[in-house]
């Protein structure tokens, strides 16, 4: 199992663009954890998960970002999920995270 997290824009934007691609689950959920913490200490601001290379999340997956939005919620910012594949759609629909988080696309 591997992921790919990809930083898409500079620190100056508005918010923070971020590509995910492979597989976010058990295996693979502290490394996009420790990523999006590190972002968030450096700037709390609106994400934005390109999610239309990821293949498969888990409920450990969804932890994490619910986690991230529970964080950057105290300075009323958002989590936005653009391109989602309909398999990962799917998961959000299921447990009703669509929503709690803005659906792009």
């Known amino acids: 199992m591997s992921i790919g997290i990809n930083l898409k824009n500079d620190a100056d934007a508005e918010f923070w663009e971020v590509s995910v691609t492979g597989e976010l689950d058990v ?3 502290d490394q996009f954890k420790e990523y999006l913490h590190k972002l968030i200490d450096e700037d709390i601001k609106n994400i934005r998960f390109d999610l239309e ?3 498969y999340i888990d409920s450990t997956g969804l932890g994490v970002i619910i986690g991230i939005l529970k964080r950057i919620k105290v300075e009323n910012k958002e989590i936005y999920i653009k391109s989602p594949r309909d398999n990962v759609k799917k998961i959000f629909s299921i ?3 669509d929503k ?3 659906m792009e696309g």
């Open 100 to 102: 709690i988080f803005k």
């Open 27 to 29: 295996s693979t959920a």
């Open 95 to 97: 447990t009703g995270l």
């Open 53 to 55: 290379g990821l293949d």
